[in-house]
């Protein structure tokens, strides 16, 4: 076999008059283009037969890396297994044949989901109402601060503009409150990883509208002085936002409104095993205390006798494939099971974290939930970076973990199992690891430049970077 010719652009394949496709004749007349929508040059589309195109995508459709074919280690991302079972629900006509403006009456078993969902997910957490129109964690992230900024405006506390966030923080933490228009004050972490909580205590006044916390936090730590640190700014007038993308390893353990958290959303994609990736479909649920309820973004707010700042940020509600995916789920765990998710998403973690921490160096040694976080190799001697054991990860058949964020760590190297990875994957990936250990002192060049047995091998990361080619070039050779 060419493996080459699979290797090609669809543009490196195309010839001249080539064609895969004939239309049908035109059964609907003539109708004059604007001048102002026509091209001025021909589009310069690929030109191949039928079974180049359908080979071509379906050999590197094979070179997608997904949690169906193999481990995920992403930290902070939570890549969970999406059973079938959830796309058979999603897909069923009754739900998928579904349109956002038919009459209310014939959507009924649709509300009754949407209804279920939210109980269900305030039962989890702890809040006493959930919006699912946010379309995205970003989205939810957005639309809980707005919710936060909204209740201060409402009571006049308008000087209240300020957002405390932790230097391990998520990026989209303090992206989101400056698209929110609040300012973000930076709060430190002790060198266990928890919040300083001396630190905090002295950026506390009546300009903070909250804080946000991640819980357990980017390290995968549980923020053991919870209790102090709500009390600390409710005391100054301030609401506690949880960040649900870790909400994995609480799942039936403990809940963050029961922590004294006020707003949270959660990511669909990260704890309820709906699909992850390629931008979409996302989905980030918010949900609220009971003071904040009336704040909550719904396509009625008004007529429900809103009396705070009413928010729009979709106009209907939501992603309601990915609902019907994450209710599976919950259905299909049920009360008993669902406790299970995040002991055993705790476990997997500690286990490789305890199995490695003789080769990769480990900056805090204590229990962690999820994840954790290496800060690369214990020999740095050899010369081998975290980028190093990453690629050369998959030329063993794993996916890479999370490499140098969080930025606490020169060398950060963040790894998450979950609960539904078995004891089996998990021990090939411990070997493999120690293998790549073993490897960057006996022959570290085989390291360095991996990887070998991908389709593309090592490339020049920053100048992809800085100088990405996004389209093809059409060469244009003449022969005159």
Known sequence: ??????????????HPGRRGYSLPKNQFGHHEIPAELKRTADAELPECDEMTVVRHYTNHSGNNFGVD??????????????????????????????????????????????????????????????????????????????IIKAYHESRNDHQR?????????HGTNPASAAVCGLNVVEVKSTPDGLVDVEHLKTLLGDDIAGMMMTNPNTLGLFEVHIPEITKL????????????????????????????????????????????????????????????????????????????????????????????????????????????????????????????????ELPIDKVCKHEFVFDGLKD???????????????????????IYFPLLFHEAMMIEPTESESKDTIDGFIDVMRKIAEEAKTNPDIVKGAPHETPVKRVN??????HPILTYQQLIHDNN
């Open 380 to 402: 740095k001697s050899t010369g081998v970076t975290t980028m190093d054991v990453a690629k050369r990860l998959l030329d063993y058949g794993f996916h890479a973990p999370t």
């Open 461 to 466: 990361d920053v100048e992809a970077a800085k």
């Open 1 to 14: 076999m060419n493996h080459k010719l699979y290797s090609n652009l669809i543009f490196e394949l195309s």
């Open 233 to 360: 700014i409710h005391d100054c007038g301030g609401l506690m936002y949880y960040d649900g993308a870790n909400l994995n390893p609480l799942l039936g353990e403990c809940r963050p409104g029961d922590m004294g958290f006020d707003v949270m959303h959660i990511n669909l994609h990260k704890t309820f095993s709906t699909p992850h990736g390629g931008g979409g479909p996302g989905s980030g649920p918010v949900g609220v205390c009971e003071k904040l309820v009336d704040f909550l973004p719904t396509n009625n707010c008004k007529a429900k006798g809103h009396t705070g700042t009413a928010i729009t940020i979709h106009p209907y509600h939501g992603h309601f494939a990915t609902y019907l995916r994450a209710y599976t789920y919950i259905l299909s765990l049920g009360r008993e099971n669902v406790k299970k998710v995040g002991p055993y998403a705790t476990l997997n973690a500690n286990y490789i974290m305890n199995s490695l921490k003789d080769v990769y």
């Open 161 to 169: 503009t300020k957002v405390i966030v932790p230097d391990s923080a």
């Open 69 to 146: 074919n193999g481990f995920y280690p992403l930290g902070s991302c939570t890549m969970k297994y999406n059973p079938p079972i959830n796309e058979e629900i999603a897909a069923h006509p009754a739900f998928a044949n579904l349109h956002p403006l038919q009459p209310a009456e014939t959507v009924k078993g649709a509300e009754e989901v949407y209804e279920n969902l939210q109980q269900s997910l305030s039962e989890l957490t702890g809040l006493s109402r959930f919006t699912l129109n946010p379309c995205a964690g970003a989205h939810g992230e957005l639309t809980g601060l707005m």
